[in-house]
Structure formats: C-alpha cells, structure tokens
Nanobody, 124 residues
C-alpha cells in the first residue's frame, strides 16, 4: 500500500525559496514516475514538474522553467521540488503524485496515488 506525504510548504516573500519534499512509503519507489501538481483557489489542478523513474529526465510547465527543480533520491524514497524566485502566482496547495511504470505524464487523471498536499503562500 503506497502512501505519499508532502512537507516543506509555508509562507514566503516574493523572490524567496522553498524546498518541498514528498516521502514515499511502500515498495519499489524506483518503479514509479513522480510528479508535482498544484491547485490554486478557483483554478484546476495544474501540472508543475515530473521526473522519470531513474531521475535522469525531467519536465516542467513553462511558467516554472528556470525557477523550479524537481529531483528524486531513490535511496531515501523521496522526491523534491526546489522552488526559487517565487511569485505570488505560485501560491497554491502542492501535491505529489505517483504512477507505476510511467514517466512524465501531465494529466491528473493519469495518477491514482496522491499525497495530502502542502500549502505554499507567496506574499509580502
């Protein structure tokens, strides 16, 4: 039974940084493609970043390219999202999601395993 637990959210000023973590509990973390989504009030759930099973390839939504970095540590069963140069429009609840034997999928419906989310608020 796979579970995902996010952490690292909080309140940060524009231009600041946060590092989100998602701890995977269960078997065979390295067989899951891992992805971060976000959900802002009044908007749909949005793809943010994805990483392949081995961690060698990544994909980002255009609005975060050059500012966010997704990575994973298969020895620690953890995926990270380093967020730099944060903007107010990055404010959202951030979720990690896992899909077995797939990588870089961008549609929320592709994922059946979700964490509970962590709130990120960018405001002065």
């Amino acid at each position: 039974h796979v579970q995902l637990v996010e952490s690292g959210g909080g309140l940060v000023q524009p231009g600041g940084s946060l590092r989100l973590s998602c701890l995977f509990s269960g078997r065979s973390f390295a067989t899951y493609g891992m992805t971060w989504f976000r959900h802002a009030p009044g908007k749909g759930r949005e793809f943010v970043a994805a990483v392949t099973l081995s961690g060698t390839d990544t994909s980002y939504v255009d609005s975060v390219k050059g500012r966010f970095t997704i990575s994973r540590d298969n020895a620690k069963n953890t995926v990270y999202l380093q967020m730099n140069s944060l903007k107010p429009e990055d404010t959202a609840t951030y979720y990690c999601a896992a899909v077995l034997w797939r990588a870089l999928a961008r549609a929320p419906n592709d994922y059946s395993i979700w964490g509970q989310g962590t709130q990120v608020t960018v405001s002065s």
